[in-house]
């Protein structure tokens, strides 16, 4: 895909993805093309009374509600630019009700963002042996986590590398097999709990990562609940998750305890429950707040529908959700206590 002004998408991505980002002054820059450029975002700061001229921190930038994307389609192009090419059209899994759409006009954006930010915690993907257990994902067409995964897998390219819906004998064989690389095995949180009660096992070259979700085919548990019968099952000392979503085109990592870390064009906010508008008290609970600057065609400023909690060093924990009547494959339901 190709947009009339080059410059813009080469000089924001390069600066996006490099370490060294001023995170303040990109995340300035991106509100004023979005709140230009997306109408659908404009009305929403309008609305509330914003506007971009006296917005003068990145704290200050209003977070459009999550829900939108189910209504509407979000994403932001100058009058001059144009999309070529079908681009990317994500769906998210929720199990009742509309369904969220993003609409990915710049899938480089999307690929670098997801390499890159695996890279700076994991490594090269050509470390890994990656197996993927993703029912209810990988039956779709239109999912970004797979999307993701199977991209990792191109780069990997280690020929075990591999899918699996319900396989679980050949999984089982395939993770006892001798292999030249640590195996990455990346799961839903539902699929993993089947396969841990049918192949309990000792794994110690590979790693389990959840991406949460039990889409209503198991009962709701805890993260930390989740950790301990997985680590039980395979004689892991810990856990990995990842933390994403459909309208996001950025992902944040745990490799212990559930503390989530982002990548450096991504930020976590903490907003008051009973106050949207207002963030919550250092250390306190409330719904999350994102910053994706790599989603800058879209809407990089997203009030979900998760709850958490943010440490001063700026990593996270997710606690539950906030609205319980949506349930989204994503994430998990229930709060620590």
Same mark, same amino acid.
Request: glycine share 8%; net charge negative; hydrophobic share 35%.
């Given at each position: 895909?190709?947009?009339?002004?080059?410059?813009?998408?080469?000089?924001?991505?390069?600066?996006?993805?490099?370490?060294?980002?001023?995170?303040?002054?990109?995340?300035?820059?991106?509100?004023?093309?979005?709140?230009?450029?997306?109408?659908?975002?404009?009305?929403?700061?309008?609305?509330?009374?914003?506007?971009?001229?006296?917005?003068?921190?990145?704290?200050?930038?209003?977070?459009?509600?999550?829900?939108?994307?189910?209504?509407?389609?979000?994403?932001?192009?100058?009058?001059?630019?144009?999309?070529?090419?079908?681009?990317?059209?994500?769906?998210?899994?929720?199990?009742?009700?509309?369904?969220?759409?993003? $609409?990915?006009?710049?899938?480089?954006?999307?690929?670098?963002?997801?390499?890159? /930010?695996?890279?700076?915690?994991?490594?090269?993907?050509?470390?890994?042996?990656?197996?993927?257990?993703?029912?209810?994902?990988?039956?779709?067409?239109?999912?970004?986590?797979?999307?993701?995964?199977?991209?990792?897998?191109?780069?990997?390219? $280690?020929?075990?590398?591999?899918?699996?819906?319900?396989?679980?004998?050949?999984?089982?064989?395939?993770?006892?097999?001798? /292999?030249?690389?640590? !195996?990455?095995?990346?799961?839903?949180?539902?699929?993993?709990?089947?396969?841990?009660?049918?192949?309990?096992?000792?794994?110690? $070259?590979?790693?389990?990562?959840? !991406?949460?979700?039990?889409?209503?085919?198991?009962?709701?548990?805890?993260?930390?609940?989740?950790?301990?019968?997985?680590?039980?099952?395979?004689?892991?000392?810990?856990?990995?998750?990842?933390?994403?979503?459909?309208?996001?085109?950025?992902?944040?990592?745990?490799?212990?305890?559930?503390?989530?870390?982002?990548?450096?064009?991504?930020?976590?906010?903490?907003?008051?429950?009973?106050?949207?508008?207002?963030?919550?008290?250092?250390?306190?609970?409330?719904?999350?707040?994102?910053?994706?600057?790599?989603?800058?065609?879209?809407?990089?400023?997203?009030?979900?529908?998760?709850?958490?909690?943010?440490?001063?060093?700026?990593?996270?924990?997710?606690?539950?959700?906030?609205?319980?009547?949506?349930?989204?494959? /994503?994430?998990?339901?229930?709060?620590?206590?």
């Amino acid at each position: 895909m190709k947009l009339i002004h080059p410059y813009r998408v080469h000089s924001l991505q390069s600066i996006i993805f490099s370490p060294e980002i001023d995170f303040e002054q990109k995340a300035l820059e991106v509100f004023r093309f979005q709140i230009a450029h997306c109408s659908l975002y404009r009305e929403y700061c309008q609305l509330l009374g914003v506007n971009s001229s006296d917005v003068k921190s990145s704290s200050e930038i209003p977070h459009l509600p999550i829900e939108l994307f189910k209504q509407h389609r979000i994403v932001s192009l100058s009058p001059g630019d144009v999309a070529h090419g079908p681009g990317l059209h994500f769906r998210s899994s929720g199990t009742g009700g509309p369904q969220s759409q993003h $609409h990915v006009l710049n899938p480089s954006m999307y690929r670098t963002s997801f390499m890159t /930010c695996f890279e700076q915690f994991y490594g090269p993907p050509s470390a890994y042996r990656i197996l993927a257990l993703l029912p209810g994902y990988l039956e779709r067409a239109d999912s970004s986590l797979v999307y993701m995964v199977r991209a990792l897998m191109e780069a990997s390219a $280690h020929p075990d590398n591999g899918f699996y819906l319900n396989e679980f004998e050949a999984l089982n064989a395939l993770l006892q097999k001798p /292999c030249d690389r640590h !195996t990455l095995l990346i799961g839903v949180s539902f699929a993993l709990l089947d396969f841990a009660e049918r192949h309990p096992a000792h794994l110690p $070259h590979t790693t389990i990562m959840e !991406t949460g979700g039990m889409k209503g085919r198991r009962e709701e548990i805890t993260r930390g609940e989740l950790h301990q019968l997985l680590q039980a099952a395979f004689g892991l000392d810990g856990i990995h998750s990842e933390y994403g979503m459909t309208e996001l085109l950025s992902q944040a990592y745990a490799k212990k305890e559930g503390r989530f870390h982002c990548p450096p064009w991504m930020r976590i906010g903490i907003r008051e429950l009973n106050d949207p508008l207002s963030p919550a008290e250092e250390g306190r609970s409330g719904a999350i707040n994102v910053t994706d600057l790599a989603n800058m065609y879209s809407c990089s400023f997203i009030a979900t529908s998760d709850l958490g909690r943010r440490a001063v060093d700026g990593s996270f924990e997710v606690l539950g959700r906030v609205d319980y009547s949506d349930t989204r494959g /994503c994430n998990l339901m229930v709060a620590e206590p």
